[in-house]
């Protein structure tokens, strides 16, 4: 339901929000109590993609209240599926923090660009011009709110010897949060059959908060590669008219086991999972995703992808869409089940007076 929907909705009925008028049995004030009781914590969407980090934060009862990409082919698919809260659209460094609304954590999953000790430098005094980490810290230093969720690729920690990740929690840490970071892969903690191993990195204003924090213990994993595969898929997802066939012929040969292909040869993935989607795994030759089954050796479909980063079916594509850009935006995404399991342990630390 809308704002614009449901306020209109709301003056309709006269309800009224104070209890002694509220039906109790009345939707609409069922809706309206489940809003107030859940969501309860205000999150801001910064290189929001496609929504996964927001899913994962709206199932463990976050309220979002702004989304930004620069990315006009993700707001097709975000819009899509987040309506009451579309994408804004733009260069983060455009966005000035005045016109941002107040929210209580600031979630990112940045794009990883390699920065230096000059560029630590220059972000904070040169306000917009800085690596896309600085507008992060940007907003946080203007915004000042009580918690940060932040994810990027594993190799984060380790880049440059440990001196990139050093400029990111030193700037958290000078912005007054105190951090905790893990590597989480969403084969042990988000019960999806995906190798993906990514740094999670968790900030919070108070001490007594960041000291209740804890990130998720592992859940086993029940999920099967067979239980992600689609049933009836269409042709053209498949290799059998294709003149690499009677290569692929060669090494794909069992059913339920990802291969993928690197650039001039094909890997079987011998760890019983999906190898880590990726965001050029739709571009032609690199990373792409392979299996069998009984019509034959074909790539996987968007929706297998989207599976494997554990969002539900209910989650919709856009139709007449290029599938390039779903490879790339499923690719780029994030395990939503991952996610969400870490968003319930902030929202437990944050209730923490
Ligand atoms: C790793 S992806 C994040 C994906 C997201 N977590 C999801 O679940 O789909 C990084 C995103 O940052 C966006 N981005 C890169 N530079 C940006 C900028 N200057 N302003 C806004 N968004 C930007 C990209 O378009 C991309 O969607």
Redesign the pocket.
Known sequence: MTACCFFSIYRYNSVSLGNSKLHKKHPLNLYLMNKQISKKYKSLDL???????RMGFEKAGFETVFG????AY?KITYDLNFKDVPLTVA???KVKSSDLPNFDILLG???CQPFSIAGYRRGFLDTGRGD?FFEIVRILRDKKPRAVFLENVKNLKSHDGGKTFKIISDALEDLGYHVKVKILNSVEYGNVPQNRERVYIVGFKSKKQYDAFEFPEPVKLSKTIADILEKNVDEKYYYTNSPLYPELNKTIKKNNVVYQWRRIYVRENKSGVCPTLTANMGMGGHNVPLIRDHKGIRKLTPRECARFQGFPDSYKLPKDFPDTKLYK?FG???TTTVIERVAKKISKALDVK
């Open positions: 290189f929001a993609g496609v929504g996964g980090i930004n990409d620069f990315d993700c260069d983060i460094s999953g940045f794009p896309l935006q780029n995404s994030v």
